[in-house]
């Protein structure tokens, strides 16, 4: 089976720091290497909250994307995450798929490419910086052309690096 490029969107204000840090060696034990943006620290969107560290992952998989899927909301469950909660409030982890390949339309409940990547820059800002040449699948647009065009949100502010380069991974405890 070919192997798919997916892009993960990660995000957390609650514990932000830990969340994401903790989050990361598991999708690596998943998935393999994983390419990481930037993180950027933007103010909670949609309702009153503290703010949320955001960030883009990438990796390569042979997996379906319901597989994909199905793993990444265990994990957000793991982190204390209930689907079901209000669309706006606050997060210790969301991973939502915004790309996988260059599928588009709706599949397994998504729609794809995921429309926030042309409404949200904490979505797009740190998607143009891991792939500024990378071509959005339904208009054709560079991810950077786009970032460039975004009109004016909330501000952005890049954070220092989560984890070093060389963390362990944190094991979930049995």
């Known amino acids: 089976m070919t192997a ?7 995000g957390s204000n609650i514990s932000p720091r830990r969340n994401l840090s903790a989050a990361l060696p598991r999708l690596a034990a998943r998935f393999g290497d994983l390419r990481i943006s930037p993180v950027y620290e933007c103010q909670a969107v949609g ?3 503290d703010p949320f560290l955001n960030l883009v992952i990438a990796f390569s998989t042979s997996e379906p994307l319901v597989a994909v899927l199905e793993y990444l909301r265990q994990v957000e469950r793991d ?9 706006f409030a606050a997060r210790s982890l969301d991973l939502d798929i915004i790309l996988f390949g260059d599928r588009i339309g709706e599949e397994a409940g998504l729609q794809l490419p995921r429309p926030d990547i042309l409404r949200y820059a904490f979505v797009l800002k740190p998607l143009a910086d891991l792939a500024p040449d990378g071509l959005h699948p339904a208009c054709g647009r560079r991810y950077q052309e786009l970032w460039e065009s975004l009109r004016p949100g909330p501000p ?8 070093e380069p060389h963390a362990q991974p944190v094991r979930k405890e049995d």
Request: charge should be positive; glycine fraction near 14%; avoid cysteine.
């Open 79 to 87: 982190f204390g995450r209930r689907r079901g909660e209000a669309r």
């Open 4 to 10: 798919t490029e997916v892009f993960v969107g990660l």
């Open 156 to 163: 952005l502010t890049a954070v220092t690096p989560l984890v």
């Open 47 to 49: 309702f009153d909250g």
